[in-house]
């Protein structure tokens, strides 16, 4: 079992920097694919970044490529969202999630484990 826990959501300006964080439990993170996901009002939820176990493969989704970047201390249980250079389409909630293998990392079904996420409004 996987616990995960979000935080460093707010309400910033276009043009911007936050920092999203994600705190996990267990013994078991470092062998997990962490991955973040964002959900806009009335919209489904979509990939963003994912990062492996070891932190040597990251992916984006081209929406945020050259502004976000994915990161993870496993010492420290924890995953990281920079993100860079907002814009109000970047608004949304924002959830980490876990997953035990390296297939479809863009695909939330594979994902085990969610956040409760945090909401980024980026206003213009």
């Known amino acids: 079992q996987v616990q995960l826990v979000e935080s460093g959501g707010g309400l910033v300006q276009t043009g911007t920097s936050l920092r999203l964080s994600c705190a996990a439990s267990g013994r078991t993170f470092s062998s997990y694919v962490m991955g973040w996901f964002r959900q806009a009002p009335g919209k489904e939820r979509t990939f963003v970044a994912s990062i492996s176990q070891g932190g040597g493969r990251t992916y984006y989704a081209d929406s945020v490529k050259g502004r976000f970047t994915i990161a993870r201390e496993n010492a420290k249980n924890t995953v990281y969202l920079q993100m860079n250079s907002l814009k109000p389409e970047d608004t949304a909630v924002y959830y980490c999630?876990?997953?035990?293998?390296?297939?479809?990392?863009?695909?939330?079904?594979?994902?085990?484990?969610w956040g409760q996420g945090t909401q980024v409004t980026v206003s213009s």
């Open positions: 999630a876990a997953k035990p293998d390296t297939m479809s990392v863009s695909d939330p079904v594979g994902y085990d484990y």
